[in-house]
C-alpha cells in the first residue's frame, strides 16, 4: 500500500536533511522518540512500538524505514521531484495489498503528525 501527504510547504534538500534525522523525530511527531543509535541505525519508540529504524539521506530528502517491522514500513521526506516539486512531498509505503482499516487508520495518524510537523517546522 501506498500513502502520499503533500505539504505546501517550500524546502530544499539540503533544509531537510539538516532538520529531520534520527534526533529530531520527536520535533515532527507526537508518537515517535529517538531511544539511542545502533551502528547506521536508531532504536525509537512508535505508534506501533520500539524499533531498529534506518535513517538515509537520499535524492531530494531522507527516508525512514521500520527495519523488524512485519509490514516494512517506511517513509520519505523529499521536495524539487514530481509529483510536487516546489512543495514537500511525504510518501509512505508497507509492503501489503491490503490491511485491516484500523492500521490504514494508524498510518493515516501516523503521516498526520508528521504533516502538523512538517508544516510547523517548515
Not at 73 to 82: A, D, Q, V
Not at 90 to 100: D, F
Request: aromatic fraction near 12%.
Amino acid at each position: 500500500m501506498e500513502f502520499f501527504r503533500i505539504i505546501d510547504k517550500q524546502a530544499t534538500e539540503e533544509q531537510l536533511q539538516t532538520k529531520i534525522h534520527p534526533k529530531s523525530v520527536e520535533n515532527f511527531t507526537e508518537s515517535m522518540l529517538f531511544i539511542e543509535n545502533v551502528e547506521n541505525n536508531f532504536i525509537g519508540l512508535t505508534l506501533w512500538g520500539e524499533f531498529n529504524i534506518s535513517y538515509a539521506k537520499i535524492n531530494g530528502g531522507v527516508r525512514f524505514a521500520l527495519l523488524d517491522c512485519p509490514n516494512a514500513l517506511s517513509w520519505t521526506i523529499t521536495s524539487g521531484f514530481p509529483p510536487e516539486q516546489n512543495k514537500i512531498v511525504l510518501h509512505c509505503t508497507i509492503n501489503r495489498i491490503q490491511k485491516p482499516i484500523e492500521f490504514v487508520e494508524e498510518i493515516e495518524e501516523f503521516l498526520e503528525e508528521w504533516e502538523t510537523g512538517l508544516n510547523r517546522e517548515f
